[in-house]
């Protein structure tokens, strides 16, 4: 039986970004991508992360001298409903996965803070200076802390039919996702000629108690292990028959095209002024207004600074856009005019 023949898809090239990449923050791109892929990945990883990511929260305490969440605390400014919400916002990094346990004893006038809480080899408090409670003269405070891993938000487990605990537990609500915020944009990018693929940023904010590269690995891990038992006969072998888009040289800023991607684009155009785009009154007093003089300065603008421009507006974006698409360009091309000017010398001396 002859074996099917498949077309080979883009592999993007993925990278952070290392001027802003952080314990809690970072700035990942992937591109080029299949067009239309840009919308679908993100949109996926954006749920996964926001919900499918596993973290450790404390999910019940023992505070003593007290049974339940509404009493008061002798010796104490705040009452046990105010102490139980701050303990809530502790970030706890785990590194086995395990339950554990933490605990607090203070003696005397102070304001209690993460940092004087005890905790097991394994845990870790990110938040140190979170403050938990404040102790007035002559005023204790004991606590003994309860952490599980989960994902996602997890109501107080309280037992049913109980409402006070043999031990004076208290349990909480426990939001486990070290995962704060996730967005995404989906750009246009050029392969050679071709200028529909995808471009996707995705930017990620966690608690701090794991790294957007890590939640972005455990992420893609779910959503692997849930596709694949979608498969209904052997997986096609697209790794294999892919290849990785080229790498570009780097950039403080962002990626720049090698000469050789300039193929088939009008230099001489580039390096002119943008009258000869034969642009409405409107959008062309925008651009000159706003310094884009030539048509090199505006391929090189992405759209998001060109809406910033003072009065120009989507319909004027709309209106570049397809005057550039009818001769090849587009906005985002991030090109270099030592690379034109090298290129068209490069043409020049094939001619003589």
Not at 16 to 22: C, D, E, G, P, R
Not at 208 to 222: C, F
Not at 226 to 246: C, D, R, T
Request: glycine fraction near 8%; charge should be negative; hydrophobic fraction near 40%.
């Amino acid at each position: 039986m002859t074996k099917k023949k498949y077309q080979s898809l883009t592999i993007p090239r993925l990278s952070w970004n290392k001027s802003t990449l952080s314990r809690s923050s970072g700035e990942l791109t992937a591109q080029p991508l299949e067009p239309g892929f840009g919308i679908t990945l993100g949109n996926a990883l954006r749920r996964l992360l926001l919900g499918g990511v596993e973290g450790s929260a404390v999910t019940s305490v023992i505070i003593k001298g007290v049974n339940n969440e509404f009493s008061v605390l002798s010796g104490v400014v705040e009452d046990a409903m105010q102490v139980a919400l701050n303990i809530k916002e502790l970030v706890i990094t785990n590194k086995t996965g395990e339950p554990g346990k933490m605990s607090l004893s203070i003696q005397g006038a102070r304001t209690v803070r993460a940092s004087d809480i005890t905790v097991d080899d394994h845990l870790e408090i990110v938040n140190k200076d979170h403050a938990i409670a404040t102790v007035s003269a002559g005023g204790s405070l004991d606590i003994e802390f309860f952490v599980e891993s989960g994902r996602g938000y997890q109501p107080a487990k309280w037992p049913i039919g109980q409402a006070l605990q043999e031990d004076n537990r208290i349990y909480l609500d426990a939001m486990f996702s070290p995962v704060r915020q996730v967005t995404f944009e989906v750009e246009k990018t050029r392969v050679g000629r071709d200028i529909d693929y995808d471009k996707l940023i995705l930017n990620i904010q966690t608690d701090g108690s794991e790294s957007p590269a890590d939640v972005l690995h455990y992420a893609i891990s779910v959503m692997r292990t849930q596709l694949e038992h979608f498969l209904s006969a052997s997986e096609i072998p697209f790794n294999e028959i892919s290849a990785v888009a080229q790498e570009e040289p780097k950039s403080e800023e962002r990626p720049v095209q090698e000469p050789a991607m300039l193929s088939g684009l009008p230099l001489d155009l580039l390096l002119k002024s943008i009258d000869d785009l034969e642009l409405s009154v409107r959008a062309h007093n925008c651009l000159m207004n706003a310094g884009i003089k030539r048509v090199l300065d505006l391929v090189n603008l992405s759209e998001e600074e060109g809406l910033k421009i003072k009065n120009f507006g989507r319909k004027s974006l709309t209106e570049v856009k397809e005057n550039m698409k009818s001769l090849g360009l587009s906005f985002g091309m991030n090109i270099k005019e030592s690379d034109i000017k090298k290129m068209i010398d490069s043409r020049e001396k094939e001619q003589k």
